[in-house]
């Protein structure tokens, strides 16, 4: 089992519909979690941190922690064709570390 | 201001090769980190450098690869002999130290692309 899995896709949603983005993972100790957006030939960026159960919202983003189910999603609003790119989950075992563990990522397509 | 800055952006030798990719953290980051990404295991970490000393390798996929920061503003990825398999995008980031337990963001840099034949 991979420590953080996700639908490698493609998500396809129409303009201005909600992509829902999801990622389980392994590692019961866990502590912080990450999305990071990927454009096709560019470097990750990051986009989200969560590290407490709920919700947390920025903007057209709300990340979502469940920690009893280990799953952690993100909720992209009114979704525009400028978010197609491939959606990172990463995942911080423990603090005080700066290492974190990456799925490999669900692309998705926001055709307009 | 100057971002992570990785050289070179696009490397292709031949199987047997001894390859050097190279990285300019961030100014006054403290941490340095290589990860490869392909499409069959994503991103993956295969070392990463606290004041330029390194803290865990254990994602190094064999001796062929050694990793170097002799001082904060430069670090190498030398894969020697390079093989096809080693053929990924190669990315390098750095981010501050920590404040108490809290996460600072990584900063990846463009990266560089590395085809064996």
């Known amino acids: 089992q991979k420590e953080v899995e996700q639908n490698s896709g493609p998500l396809s949603v129409p303009e201005g519909a909600i992509a829902s983005l999801n990622c389980t993972y392994s590692d019961r100790v866990s502590q912080s979690f990450f999305w990071y957006r990927q454009y096709s030939g560019k470097s990750p960026e990051l986009i989200m941190s969560?590290?407490?159960?709920g919700d947390k919202e920025d903007g057209r983003f709300t990340a979502q922690l469940n920690k009893a189910s280990q799953y952690v999603s993100l909720l992209i609003r009114d979704s525009q064709p400028s978010d197609s790119a491939t959606y990172l989950c990463a995942v911080r075992r423990n603090t005080g570390f700066q290492k974190l563990v990456f799925g490999t990522g669900t692309r998705l397509l926001v055709s307009p | 201001d100057a971002g992570v800055i990785q050289s070179p952006r696009h490397e292709v030798t031949e199987m047997g090769q001894e390859v050097t990719l190279r990285c300019k953290p961030i100014s006054g980051h403290d941490y340095l980190f290589w990860y490869r990404q392909t499409m069959m295991r994503g991103l993956e970490l295969l070392i990463y450098f606290n004041n330029n000393v390194p803290i865990d390798d254990s994602g190094m996929p064999e001796d062929r690869f050694s990793a170097k920061m002799p001082n904060a503003s430069f670090s190498t990825l030398k894969i020697q002999p390079s093989e096809p398999r080693d053929s990924a995008v190669y990315f390098c980031a750095s981010s501050l130290a920590l404040a108490g337990l809290s996460y600072n963001e990584q900063f990846f840099g463009p990266g560089t692309r590395l085809t064996v034949l």
């Open positions: 969560i590290y407490s159960n």
